[in-house]
């Protein structure tokens, strides 16, 4: 049974850091596509935050370039996220998802809130 597991969020202040973890079980995810995304709560759709190839690539949109860096622990079956420099409009339930060759698996994602 394949399981995404994220912790590490919560209420953060404006300018302030927060780490965000998945952890994997179930599967192999260094062979996984392993991405962050977000829905905040006046969107409908999910958009991505930060992704990681198999190979360590990682991209970012330009909405958190410079701010967020997603990482991976082969070792530990953990993919982290580390968002530096919050603001307001990061609130969002973060999710973790793992694609390989056609199978896409979700966590049942963290909330975080940005406010003073």
């Known amino acids: 049974q394949v399981q995404l597991v994220e912790s590490g969020g919560g209420l953060v202040q404006p300018g302030g850091p927060l780490r965000l973890s998945c952890a994997a079980s179930?599967?192999?995810?260094?062979?996984?596509?392993m991405a962050w995304y977000r829905q905040a709560p006046t969107k409908q759709q999910r958009e991505l935050v930060a992704a990681i190839r198999s190979g360590g690539n990682t991209n970012y949109p330009d909405s958190v370039k410079g701010r967020f860096t997603i990482s991976r622990d082969n070792t530990k079956n953990t993919v982290y996220l580390q968002m530096n420099s919050l603001n307001p409009e990061d609130t969002a339930v973060y999710y973790c998802?793992?694609?390989?060759?056609?199978?896409?698996?979700w966590g049942q994602g963290t909330q975080v809130t940005v406010s003073s």
């Open positions: 998802t793992a694609v390989f060759k056609g199978e896409q698996f």
């Open positions: 179930g599967i192999i995810s260094r062979l996984y596509a």
